[in-house]
T-cell receptor
């Protein structure tokens, strides 16, 4: 099956700093990638759709200025959490479609 | 907007028991439905994928069914083992490539 990687797998940062998470499709190209967030003991929630060559599409309630998405190439999408606060601490997962959705291993963000 | 519901939220069974996890969705216009397993603090492991034109898929001790018209899917686990303990997520992929997840069923299989 197709492989999607994420980096970093785990990050701890101070409140007010920005954190960048990378999502890569390793063996296929993806014009679209998806970003999800999962709070403890809750299910995954779609945050936004990352589109190569155009602006990301955000789900209702997700602040686009706080969660910056850049689909830099056909194999890379980045999610930047700007001015992170403790309430942004969560598990972030990306996915890319190739027939079906393939998920990255996730990034656990802890904001102190 | 598609809504996905999973019942029960948690389930505890003794080892060896057969069990059924339920998933329902509100919009039957789906591309496919997928069952995932998630271990604590880990990412997703895809278990079974059912295309909208299919009725069921089987893999080992797992069997998933899909009734698109009624908006339901079930995941059947035969002869459960302690290693099956995890959270099981049902996800529906819409025709515009958006995936919606249920809240999951937290399964505990006791030795």
């Amino acid at each position: 099956g197709a492989v999607v990687s994420q980096h970093p797998s785990r990050v701890i940062c101070k409140s007010g700093t920005s954190v960048k998470i990378e999502c890569r499709s390793l063996d296929f190209q993806a014009t679209t990638m998806f970003w999800y967030r999962q709070f403890p003991k809750q299910s995954l929630m779609l945050m936004a759709t990352s589109n190569e060559g155009s602006k990301a599409t955000y789900e209702q309630g997700v602040e686009k200025d706080k969660f910056l998405i850049n689909h830099a190439s056909l194999t890379l999408s980045t999610l930047t959490v700007t001015s992170a606060h403790p309430e942004d601490s969560s598990f972030y997962i990306c996915s890319a479609p190739r027939g079906q959705q393939f998920f990255g291993p996730g990034t656990r963000l802890t904001v102190l | 907007k598609q809504e996905v519901t999973q019942i029960p939220a948690a389930l505890s069974v003794p080892e060896g028991e057969n069990l059924v996890l339920n998933c329902s969705f509100t919009d039957s216009a789906i591309y496919n439905l997928q069952w995932f397993r998630q271990d604590p603090g880990k990412g997703l492991t895809s278990l079974l994928l059912i295309q909208s034109s299919q009725r069921e898929q089987t893999s080992g001790r797992l069997n998933a069914s899909l009734d698109k018209s009624s908006g339901r899917s079930t995941l059947y686990i035969a002869a459960s083992q302690p290693g099956d303990s995890a959270t099981y997520l049902c996800a529906v992929l819409g025709n515009n490539n958006d995936m919606r997840f249920g809240a999951g069923t937290r399964l505990t299989v006791k030795p």
